[in-house]
């Protein structure tokens, strides 16, 4: 009797540390394609890379749904992942692209599902950060922007030494690009940022 509780208090202890292990990783930057689909799978998404650009301190991530056409930027939502790390840079950026044909209806339904999945990608990949709690402070500022649908909105917040933004542009139908994006960065990138030295910003 002593043996199985024995072996059932090892088995849990083993599964603890497995579940700790996997939620306190921190991937080395940038980010591969085997990250990404990692990521995607773990969410149970039905999303797949489509393209990546993979250099020595930076890479890029094309992501679609499997249902939409291969290869066809211009139809159904796109997703893009950037990653870079060189010496003491840390900086993700995951965003959403819309096509031109998506009503500002479309878009914002869509948003409402998409951006706390956002969050948790981008959170998830980067590390060290909770994707809940950031969200649930960002939804509290956003309740209170009643602009944010025509104006769109640009985000800053700080934690535990990483710095957020987040960037949804107006949904109006004659904005080209109509996107959400979620960057997070550590100080020496977002100096970088800060000097207009990234792309996609």
């Known amino acids: 009797m002593k043996k199985h509780i024995f072996i059932i208090i090892l088995f849990a202890l083993v599964l ?3 579940s700790c292990t996997k939620a306190s990783e921190t991937y080395m930057f940038p980010i591969d394609g085997e990250i990404v689909e990692d990521v995607l799978r773990d969410k149970n998404l039905n999303w ?3 393209d990546e650009e993979i250099k020595e301190y930076q890479s890029s991530f094309v992501i679609k749904d499997k249902k939409d056409a291969p290869g066809r930027l211009d139809t159904g939502i796109t997703a893009v992942i950037d990653s870079i790390g060189y010496e003491e840079e840390r900086y993700l950026t995951v965003q959403v692209m819309y096509p031109n ?3 500002v209806e479309q878009i914002q339904e869509d948003q409402v599902q998409t951006l706390p999945l956002l969050f948790d990608i981008a959170s998830e990949i980067y590390g060290n950060v909770d994707s809940k709690a950031l969200y ?3 939804a509290k500022d956003l309740d209170d922007n009643e602009n944010y649908k025509t104006k769109g909105v640009q985000w800053n917040h700080e934690v535990n030494g990483n710095h957020i933004l987040i960037k949804i542009t107006p949904s109006n139908n004659g904005i080209i690009h109509r996107k959400c994006a979620v960057f997070i960065m550590n100080d020496a990138s ?5 000097d207009g030295l990234y792309l996609n910003q």
Not at 190 to 194: E, G, P, S, T, V
């Open 16 to 18: 603890l540390f497995s």
């Open 101 to 103: 044909d998506y009503s």
């Open 190 to 194: 977002f100096k970088k940022y800060m």
């Open 48 to 50: 797949t890379v489509v």
């Open 136 to 138: 649930d402070v960002f």
